[in-house]
């Protein structure tokens, strides 16, 4: 299963990848994660990278094309994955058809999580995560059990992301009208958007993307 995950920062589209990656066995496929890795390493791209991703502007197609052929080259993604945060603009979403064109294994499916943007803005103001296993907490809406402990590992390294400041935010979500919300069409022009209200209990929205995930084309 070959999926490509839409949504605004903070519509839970990561948390959605994180459950759909058990129940069907493939990989999520995180670009966001990935670059926050290569930063922690201080590699080159990392170091590259960074200042576009504090300012929350988007990093360059370049560096992003790189990263995503090395992660589809590796083994676990053979029966599908679930793409959380790539493509991220229309030129992205060339390259990635073109990669996959290669190995004759398109986008199946490509799901939008829909949610306003007032909702949004508290969401991600909100938004804490575990450094050891990556799980997602809000402060408001959902925080872990024990104040400062992962539900998931145990972990006390929870923390806001840097880039999850208002200023921030509110330029991200400009970002992300302006560059990703063209996608919507993209998918829509192939036939293979599926959009998912992204508002109510977590497992209701995991149950509406099962249920448009079930007889996809090959
Ligand atoms: P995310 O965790 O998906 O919200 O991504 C965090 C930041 O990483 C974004 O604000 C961008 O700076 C950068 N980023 C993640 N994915 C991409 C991408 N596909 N293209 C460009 N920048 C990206």
Redesign the pocket.
């Given at each position: 299963m070959r999926i490509v995950l839409l949504g605004a920062?903070g519509s839970g589209?990561?948390t959605q990848a994180q459950r759909l990656t058990s129940f069907y066995n493939i990989p999520q496929i995180?670009?966001?994660?990935?670059?926050?890795a290569e930063v922690s390493a201080g590699t080159v791209a990392g170091l590259q990278?960074k200042q576009?991703?504090?300012?929350?502007?988007?990093?360059?197609?370049a560096?992003?094309l790189d990263m995503?052929r090395g992660r589809l080259q590796e083994k676990d993604t053979q029966n599908g994955f679930i793409l959380?945060?790539?493509?991220?603009?229309i030129s992205?979403a060339h390259s990635l058809d073109d990669l996959l064109a290669e190995i004759d294994k398109p986008v199946q499916a490509s799901l939008l999580i829909d949610v306003e943007f007032d909702i949004l803005l508290k969401r991600i103001a909100g938004r804490l995560s575990c450094k050891s296993c990556n799980a997602v907490y809000n402060q408001y809406y959902s925080p872990p059990q024990t104040a400062d402990t992962c539900d998931n590992c145990g972990s006390s390294d929870i923390f806001q992301?840097a880039?999850d400041n208002e200023e921030t935010i509110r330029h991200?979500l400009t970002?992300y009208q302006q560059s990703t919300a063209p996608l919507v069409e993209f998918y829509t022009e192939k036939g293979i958007l599926k959009r998912i209200n992204g508002i109510g209990d977590m497992e209701d929205i995991t149950n509406a993307i099962k249920a448009e995930l079930e007889n996809l084309p090959a």
């Open positions: 920062p589209k990561g995180s670009t966001g994660d990935l670059l926050r990278a576009a991703m504090d300012a929350g502007n988007l990093v360059s197609n560096i992003m995503i959380d945060g790539y493509p991220r603009n992205q992301r880039d991200r970002v």
